[in-house]
């Protein structure tokens, strides 16, 4: 079909009312700055899950990053969403005023030249994703090992799709159908979302993330509704296996672990941790096992879920802008609140 016939047929759309939820913070960002949702019949709703990393670090972990921030001879190394992330008590960017060391970074790899030109410092990489960007930390932690580089650590918060959609099917939100995460996807392969389509009798469809390609995706669910099929119109990037050579440097230097989301709370085997003879890299990611959020009436958990949007949330716009952030959904720019608020969605 052509793209005009696939839009007339979205926007005009009267059947049963369906739900489909995107889980890769880069489709919501697509689907918003494309405007999807307005191409679609009031009968199909986007639900933005769990796919941004931002959005589904819990507070303790930042509560732990502003500990090592104010700790002596020791500095933080993160990207800048990060850093405005409400903790428990304060985000990052307020222990500055009380002497903590920060430093924003754009690569990974640029904590190597760090490190090397100030050896009595000890650099706390905050390494938070999912399976798109544990490889990237892998390849760091073999760099870090080869060169003997003794002053970086790392405090994790690596998590891994499958278990949290497995999750998500069980917590009585309506969800017709998934987005499948096209990043997620080159690395594990189309396949690990197979046991989940059958498991929860509901379509997987993997996506690139061009407003056509999503446009695509949602007629592919609508068509698909009820069955348990996982469809790859990603092939261009995905395959069925996905990348074995990734998979294996993660192998050689994580194993699964439990895992705490907002919103979610603690899925078994979730994330991965360094292993046991890599835990001198480790700065204390294995001791975050609850989420200390304080209720200041942020409903970013129950947004990131499906069950609520932004707009129901009472601070949403109000106390909450992205110059003034309440929660983690309105730090990032992959996080739903942020583009409701930025993109009208």
Not at 170 to 193: E, L, Q, R, W
Not at 307 to 315: A, G, I, M, Q, V
Request: proline share 5%; net charge neutral.
């Amino acid at each position: 079909m052509e793209m005009k016939e696939l839009i007339e047929f979205l926007s005009s759309y009267d059947g049963e009312p369906l739900s489909f939820m995107e889980v890769c913070g880069t489709h919501t960002a697509s689907i918003s700055e494309n405007g999807i949702p307005s191409l679609l019949s009031e009968k199909i709703k986007l639900i933005s899950g769990p796919g941004c990393p931002v959005c589904v670090t819990v507070a303790s972990y930042i509560d732990r990053l502003c500990e090592l921030a104010l700790a002596p001879n020791t500095c933080v190394v993160t990207f800048g969403d990060l850093i405005r992330v409400p903790g428990s008590e304060r985000a990052l960017k307020d222990t500055k005023p009380l002497g903590g060391n920060i430093r924003m970074i754009y690569s990974p790899f640029e904590i190597l030249e760090l490190a090397k030109k100030d050896s009595k410092t000890n650099f706390i990489f905050a390494a938070v994703g999912f399976e798109t960007t544990t490889p990237i930390y892998a390849i760091l932690l073999n760099k870090i090992t080869e060169e003997k580089i003794t002053n970086i650590k790392f405090l994790t918060a690596l998590k891994t799709m499958p278990a949290a959609i497995d999750k998500l099917c069980t917590m009585g939100n309506k969800i017709d159908g998934f987005i499948a995460p096209g990043h997620v996807s080159a690395i594990t392969g189309a396949n690990i979302f197979r046991p989940l389509a059958e498991k929860h009798k509901r379509p997987f469809v993997v996506s690139g993330f061009e407003g056509e390609e999503l446009i695509a995706t949602i007629y592919a669910l609508v068509k698909l509704k009820g069955q348990s099929k996982v469809l790859n119109l990603y092939k261009s990037v995905v395959t069925d296996e996905g990348n074995q050579k990734a998979k294996d440097i993660v192998q050689k230097y994580f194993e699964p672990c439990d895992a705490v989301w907002r919103g979610i709370g603690n899925i078994k085997n979730s994330g991965m941790a360094l292993k046991k003879e890599y835990e001198a890299f480790d700065a204390g990611s294995r001791n975050l096992t609850e989420d200390k959020a304080k209720n200041n009436g942020c409903r970013c958990g129950e947004v990131i879920t499906g069950f609520c949007s932004p707009c129901d949330c009472p601070l949403f716009s109000k106390v909450c802008t992205p110059e003034n952030p309440q929660g983690a959904c309105m730090v990032s720019n992959e996080g739903a609140c942020f583009h409701y608020y930025i993109n009208k969605r």
